[in-house]
């Protein structure tokens, strides 16, 4: 019977998947998607794993120029807006959506992160950053349902609890407007670098399964996924 539902449920998300659009652009990543061969491949990273992969300097969450036009058009981010960022690293993205004038609570389980995060300043007050264990303990106690414009995640999605992740961001945004944001690479490999992990084509596909609307279109490496009307 749970191997029926199983494929039920992978078969309606298949025909639901979306049509992707390609936007050209150069690719953001700063290191080989094969990495260091001294890094533990195809293992979960703890909080203290990604503690040193930021303490050593490195990122792989460049903001692009193309992926921000792409970000405001297709998402209809606005001033004002509250916005909360999953899995914010260092806060590169956190402090783009604070420029544009919105409010953003950025969340990181890496405390490191979260430091570096913050040595970046507040925005004037619009950056709210919180050390935070997202499959742990689902969103923060003080975020209130439907509350929240925009979610939005980058590059973490495919080291997230998808299921669980996609009900609190479901949970916490606005109703009638509110939109899911999802960036993540593309990879088929089972084999994966530890801190740089993608989805393949059918777990993206996945992502709308339940969701009223679903929008998706490339970047480089990536899959960039608009998800809106979340399923109660």
Same mark, same amino acid.
């Given at each position: 019977?749970? &191997?029926?539902?199983?494929?039920? %449920? ?14 050209? @652009? ?7 998607? &094969?990495?260091?061969?001294? +890094?533990?491949?195809?293992? @979960? ?25 792409? #970000?405001?058009?297709?998402? /209809? ?11 914010? %690293? ?68 495919? #080291? ?9 961001? %479901? ?38 399964? /339940? ?8 970047? %480089?490496?990536?899959?960039?996924? +608009? ?6």
């Amino acid at each position: 019977m749970a &191997k029926d539902a199983l494929g039920s %449920g992978r078969r309606l998300a298949a025909e639901v998947r979306p049509r992707f659009e390609s936007v050209n @652009q150069p690719s953001p990543l700063t290191h080989d998607l &094969k990495g260091n061969p001294n +890094v533990q491949i195809s293992t @979960q990273p703890t909080a203290l794993d990604w503690d040193r992969w930021y303490e050593e300097g490195r990122n792989t969450r460049i903001v692009t120029e193309i992926e921000s036009q792409n #970000f405001r058009t297709r998402v /209809g981010a606005a001033e004002g807006m509250t916005v909360l960022d999953v899995a914010c %690293g260092t806060g590169g993205w956190t402090r783009q959506l604070a420029r544009w004038g919105m409010n953003v609570t950025g969340l990181d389980f890496s405390a490191f992160a979260i430091g570096a995060a913050r040595r970046g300043g507040s925005a004037n007050g619009l950056i709210r950053y919180e050390q935070h264990d997202v499959d742990a303990a689902g969103s923060p106690d003080w975020m209130e349902p439907g509350s929240v414009d925009i979610v939005s995640v980058r590059c973490g999605i495919a #080291f997230l609890d998808r299921p669980l992740f996609l009900r609190v961001a %479901g949970r916490l945004l606005r109703p009638s407007t509110g939109a899911l944001y999802v960036m993540t690479l593309i990879s088929e490999d089972e084999q994966q670098h530890a801190h740089m992990r993608g989805l393949s084509e059918n777990e993206v596909a996945e992502l709308g399964y /339940g969701w009223a609307s679903c929008a998706a279109y490339s970047l %480089g490496p990536y899959r960039c996924v +608009v998800l809106r009307g979340p399923a109660n």
